[in-house]
């Protein structure tokens, strides 16, 4: 019978080393919540799991010259009790707090959610609205790369057999910022988000926005990082007009499949109202109107 | 004896259940807990097709994987002849049963067993399943219960042909069965009326969704001498059963049953049982079975989904003159859907002139439909109470109102038959009329609706026992499996016959060879009928520990009195004595005749029909359709409660299954006829944070037939919500849903129809 | 390959074992180790019956490989109560009935203690949302939160 075998390096040239020799399908395992799940149900057929959570640097947060750094494997409830992320980037923390249950967050990952690479994963448009950069390490040294480059199809990621994500890098935020994400799910939780939206933007002291990122989930084959939506946002106040022009760029940028979760028709329709309601959140953030998660 | 009107200082307690603490800190066993010593592991191979003709099959591969013991399939099986089965709840036939189990010449269904092995480990087992070589015909299928109807239709089975219709069809059709009610003139009728409402409701079908899967332990002696481990809803029914399936002397078969961690009425039947002890008997050592929840969803048993048809004609003052229901319920791949109690619930709660209904039990290529609570009446009242809810609105009528006009009474007599007696439908609604919920005022932007259900509760078969220990405490002996508290109403009727603390009464659930025949946890009879026979055993205890009294005192029976768990003298005649406890008597009870003790077993009739009136508040969200409840009332007459703590629990667990099975449960099927969301995750259950309190309201009214006048409480929570859910969001946004689940994308969609957007 | 030996703290105690790669926390308690408190209703972390607390976390050991075990300190359902002293949390959930079947009662409490651990003194929407990994088809979840909600009291009482 064909033997799974598991191992556990301390350092990053051994995880390298063992990704690279692996004679079959080699996986990186960090919370496990979604690898297991495929091994279990016959979906994933490793031949080695390489467990990085012994990796110095992995796990934890640390600031970095007034931007953080979050470990790759870190699990989503210590980036929970985070404060520094809590204050900075309240989005992207809402949208990994939005992963699976309480005991899914004991191990949840970003580096997992994003490399899982499903269009419907709930931190992915928030780390793409969060401009956030992913630090990969391989074979061939260490790379920075811009998060919305990582998944390349569901399932699929762009990077190499022996390369994996050490850590993301979230940019210093300039004042008047905020994030936000919200997913729409038919219950209040443990579903999969049937559309996810997460947006971060910048605003001048007039309200006006000045920069935004707008990242728009199951929509698509992978999360999308959606200009016109933003385009939408930058030069105006969050008005009746500006949110009918979000609404719709959101709308228009969507290309979903019909499917258990959701229609086509349905998901089009929730992009544009989740857009307008995570917006609103997120300019609020930026002037400073409202703080914390939304549920 | 009736303790009606007496004194009770038990029963209607809350006294710590005798199996709690097993139950929070891990110790209690269920189906899968158990081990025995050279126990192997068996799996299931199923098919991947909807239908198909199984041309061969092959597991020479698998027999040489070292670690595999051995493979069976249907050849290893009997060939079972059609038989009605009268041992779970529900219809059921055992050739029926048996091909359910292992498919026999067909495949009927995604998920349908067609071969199991054993082996040394789980891996192994799963390893050998993928060796297993079987060569299919794909048929064409059909998923829809009104596709399955059509004339052009797959036919499941070349010898299935429609009954109840004259004269016989001469071609084989899906349409096992067709059920008919007439009460009165129906057209005439609504020729009288001067509003008539009409409607199409669909539901899908929901699965019980019982936390545990299905599992088993089961060894095959030598000489024939079996024993069964399984968690079940009736010891007794694994045994029946698996004695008929396999073909082996019901006394050679001793079923001990596990704790059950759920069951709705979903393991009222076998699945595993027959198939780990077909492989125990082939290979000689104990065979472990439990099913994955993929298998649970794809395999075991699932409720009707199902299209129904509903009019109601009523006089202007809310006089109900005519009411007419046609359902089509699917069955799964052999007969036997819950068409008839669905034909007989919908309108069993109104006192009306002309009733017509009109059934049909229809397979498709679906798993085979198991009980789930109440079984077909949710289905049945989804449609006539929300029809009812649009003809109270038509009238201008308050809808408890049209309800009280038109409700059943003592004496109302049932479109099916019988009359009803001593029933609290009046009662029910008034409690709810009179509820803080009802009262209370809405927030701008929700809705409120209400509905009702009826269900008629069974009794029948059940045994119990009542020993005396040498101590003067007690030990209960149940023979219905303890699916939701039942060990401590039990014991507290017990403790309240003999007038001593619930804590003196230990409970137990007996095996198969341990106590007398009891029929399965379902059909909300086990405080009935089994807590009947324990309280007669009780009584009887009572009579000996008199007697034993009378002996040491030297003094006739009847001058004994027997209070406060303690023998007294009747009277200053009968002598003066110091009274002699329970432990006393005990203790000199070899020397007054022996051990006191007694079993009772009983056919117990009378189980008085249970009603219930749901209120439900919804907010909805109009972009995106999602529907939230924040208020819920279950007004529920349920005789008298033994113990209401476990009696509300059935009541706000049947309604949250309710809740779940309104908003968002539903079985989805792929292209290819696949379920496509066996798990949890899109199988969506209701969630802690979906929900508000649900509030219990319980109404006593006494049904003199049982001994502290309860009722079955289990089933008919899971009757009204769909309605009283649907009735709130028609307040809420004025729109009718009688499509079930009323998902968000459906209260999206019927939103943009109506404001033109579509 | 061979099995993995193990070295872990469960319950309070060091404990070895052996597994292979595939099998989980769960499939190594209930299967290796004879700790069947923990049930499996899923295998897919969405029913919370096998919760444990890993390292001061809950987390479904069902979605966790046995070999993780190694170093970690984990709590089972079966090192909840202290002896025959029950925590306060199984004891509220005997006195409210927020038990019928009692499957996935075990993961209920480990998740509930849990709660009250971090957070002593939740709402009741708080305690839902903790508690919306956890399924229970039998009580429609209004005992087991009314249950954890009086545990909160009484242990804020006794520490006070």
Redesign the interface.
Same mark, same amino acid.
């Given at each position: 019978?064909p +033997?799974?075998?598991?191992a556990?390096p301390s350092t990053v040239d051994e995880a390298v080393k063992l990704l690279a020799g692996a004679s079959g399908l080699a996986k990186v395992?960090s919370?496990?919540?979604d690898l297991?799940?495929q091994?279990? /149900?016959?979906r994933m057929k490793p031949d080695l %799991?390489v467990?990085t &959570?012994m990796i110095p640097g992995i796990i934890g947060i640390r600031e970095e010259g007034g931007s953080f750094v979050v470990g790759a494997a870190t #699990?989503g409830?210590v980036v929970e009790a985070h404060a520094g992320m809590n204050k900075a980037w309240p989005g992207v923390v809402e949208a990994l707090d939005l992963i699976? /249950? +309480?005991? %899914?967050?004991?191990?949840c990952s970003l580096a997992g959610n994003l490399c899982n690479a499903s269009p419907a994963a709930d931190s992915v448009p928030a780390l793409y609205a969060a401009g956030a950069i992913a630090v990969v390490v391989g074979g061939k040294g260490r790379r920075e790369v811009p998060v919305e480059q990582i998944p390349t199809a569901p399932g699929r990621t762009s990077l190499a057999k022996d390369e994996f994500i050490l850590e993301f890098k979230f940019p210093p935020r300039p004042p008047r910022s905020g994030d936000a994400y919200l997913r729409?799910i #038919?219950? +209040? $939780?443990? @579903? %999969?988000a *049937?559309v996810g939206c997460g947006i971060s933007v910048t605003l001048n002291e007039q309200g006006v926005c000045t920069a935004a990122r707008v990242g728009l989930g199951a929509v698509a084959p992978t999360v999308l990082l959606v200009k016109d939506a933003a385009d939408a946002l930058i030069g105006h106040t969050l008005d009746a007009d500006t949110l009918g022009k979000l609404d719709a760029a959101a709308r228009a940028a969507c290309k979903p499949i019909n @499917? &258990?979760?959701? +229609?086509i $028709?349905?998901r089009t &329709? *929730?992009a544009g109202?989740l857009a307008r309601r995570v917006a609103a959140i997120a300019f609020d953030r930026a002037m400073g109107k409202s703080q914390g998660k939304t549920? | 004896m009736n303790y009606l009107g007496t004194d009770l200082r038990v029963v209607g307690t809350r006294p710590v259940r005798p199996d709690g603490v097993d139950k929070v800190t891990g110790r209690a066993q269920f189906g899968a807990d158990m081990v025995m010593p050279g126990m192997l592991w068996g799996k299931v191979k199923r098919s991947p097709h909807a239908h198909a003709r199984i041309v061969s099959i092959d597991a020479s591969k698998a027999l040489k994987l070292p670690g595999v013991r051995a493979v069976i399939t249907a050849a290893d099986l009997p060939n079972i002849e059609s038989e009605e089965a009268f041992v779970g709840e529900g219809p059921m036939n055992f050739r029926d049963l048996s091909r359910n189990c292992m498919a026999r010449d067909k495949a009927l269904y995604e998920g349908h067993a067609v071969a199991a092995v054993c082996a040394i480990s789980q891996a192994i087992c799963d390893e050998a399943l993928e060796l297993i070589d079987v060569k299919y015909d794909v048929l064409p299928y059909v998923i829809d219960v009104e596709d399955a109807m059509k004339d052009d239709a797959p036919v499941l089975h070349e010898d299935l042909f429609t009954a109840n219709v004259e004269p016989k069809p001469t071609k084989p059709s899906n349409i096992a069965k067709r059920v008919y009610f007439n009460k009165g003139d129906v057209e005439a009728g609504f020729k009288q009326a001067d509003v008539i409402v009409e409607g199409r409701y669909t539901t899908e079908p929901v699965h019980q969704a019982y936390i545990e899967p299905h599992a088993c332990l089961c060894s095959y002696g030598a000489d024939g001498q079996c024993t069964v481990f399984s968690s079940s809803q009736g010891h007794f029914m694994v045994r029946s059963y698996v004695a008929k399936l396999l073909g082996i002397d019901i006394s050679n078969i001793r079923c001990t049953p596990a704790e059950i961690g759920g069951g709705f009425g979903g393991k009222t039947l076998v699945y595993l049982e027959p198939l780990a002890l077909a492989l125990s008997k082939k290979c000689g050592r104990p065979v472990k079975m439990q099913m994955t929840r993929e298998e649970v969803f794809r395999a075991s048993g699932p409720t009707s989904g199902a299209t129904m048809e509903v009019k109601l004609g009523a006089k202007k003052d809310g006089t109900i003159v005519a009411a007419k229901h046609v359902l089509k319920y699917q069955a799964g791949a052999f007969p036997g859907s819950p068409i008839q109690p669905g034909c007989m619930c919908g309108f069993a709660m109104y006192d009306l002139p002309n009733i017509e209904v009109l059934g049909y039990d229809v397979v498709s290529n679906r798993p085979k439909v198991a009980a789930y609570r109440a079984p077909g009446a949710p289905i049945a009242s989804f449609a006539v109470e929300c029809a009812l809810d649009d003809l109270a609105r038509k009238l201008g009528m308050d809808p408890i109102e049209i309800r009280e006009k038109n409700g059943a009474k003592s004496g109302t007599k049932t479109h099916y038959g019988p009359t009803h007696q001593n029933i609290g439908y009046l009662a029910t609604l008034e409690a709810a009329k009179n509820s803080a919920h009802w009262k209370s005022p809405l927030k701008p932007g929700q809705g409120r609706g209400i509905a009702t259900g009826f269900w008629f509760n069974i009794g029948g078969e059940s045994s119990a026992a009542v020993h005396v220990a040498e101590d003067g405490t007690v030990v209960a002996v149940s023979g219905s499996p303890d699916i939701g508290g039942s060990r401590a109403s039990i014991g507290m009727m017990v403790a309240e016959a003999l007038q001593i603390p619930a804590e003196k009464v230990r409970t137990i659930v007996a095996d198969t060879a341990s106590i007398g025949f009891t029929h399965v946890t379902g059909g909300s009879r086990v405080t009935f009928a089994t807590g009947m026979a324990a309280t007669m055993a009780a009584e009887k205890v009572v009579d000996q520990l008199k007697q034993r009294a009378a002996m040491i005192w030297d003094i006739t029976p009847d001058a004994v009195d027997w209070r406060d768990g303690q023998a007294f003298p009747a009277g200053t005649n009968a002598g003066a004595f110091e009274p002699l406890s329970l432990a006393e008597i005990a203790l000199k009870a070899a020397r007054t005749g022996g051990p006191v003790t007694s079993e009772v077993s009983v056919n117990a009739q009378g189980a008085g029909p249970g009603f219930g009136a749901h209120i439900c508040d919804v907010e909805v969200d109009k972009e995106t359709g999602q529907v939230t409840i924040v208020r819920y009332t279950a007004v529920q007459d349920v005789g008298r409660a033994i113990h209401p703590s476990y009696v509300e629990g059935q009541i706000q667990g049947g309604a949250v299954q309710g809740i779940g099975w309104a908003l968002n449960e539903e079985y989805i099927y792929d292209k290819d006829g696949r379920m496509d969301n066996p798990g949890f995750l899109d199988y969506r259950c209701p969630v802690a944070s979906d929900l508000p309190m649900i509030e219990a309201i319980l109404v006593e009214v006494p049904n003199p037939r049982h001994p502290f006048g309860a009722r079955g409480v289990g089933e008919v929570p899971i009757i009204p919500p769909m309605a009283a859910v649907g009735n709130a969001i028609r307040d809420a946004i004025g729109l009718r849903m009688a499509s079930l689940p009323m998902s968000p994308p459906k209260v999206r969609k019927a939103l943009d129809v109506a404001n033109g957007d579509d | 390959m061979s099995k993995h030996h193990v070295s872990t703290t469960i319950n309070g105690e060091p404990v070895e074992f052996l597994c292979e790669t595939q099998q989980t926390m769960l499939d190594t308690l209930r299967d290796v180790l004879g700790l069947t408190g923990s049930k499996e209703g899923c295998a897919s972390g969405d029913c919370g019956a096998c919760t444990i607390i890993l390292d001061g976390k809950i987390v479904c050991s069902c979605l966790m490989l046995g070999v993780e075990a190694e170093g970690k300190t984990i709590t089972t359902i079966e090192g909840i109560a202290q002896g025959d002293h029950l925590h306060p949390v199984q004891q509220k959930f005997l006195e409210h009935a927020a038990l019928q079947c009692g499957f996935c009662t075990p993961g209920f409490i480990v998740a509930a203690k849990a709660l009250l651990d971090e957070n002593p003194n939740p709402t009741e929407t708080e305690a839902r949302y903790w508690l919306a990994g956890n399924l229970c088809r039998c009580t429609g979840y209004d005992k087991i939160i009314r249950a954890v909600m009086d545990a909160a009291a009484d242990m804020r009482g006794a520490a006070q």
């Open positions: 019978m +033997t799974l075998n598991y556990a395992l919370g496990g919540t297991l799940v091994m279990r /149900s016959g %799991i467990d &959570k #699990p409830a699976g /249950s +309480t005991q %899914i967050q004991g191990r729409f #038919p219950r +209040t $939780e443990m @579903d %999969i *049937v @499917d &258990k979760r959701g +229609t $028709e349905y &329709k *929730v109202v549920h | - | -």
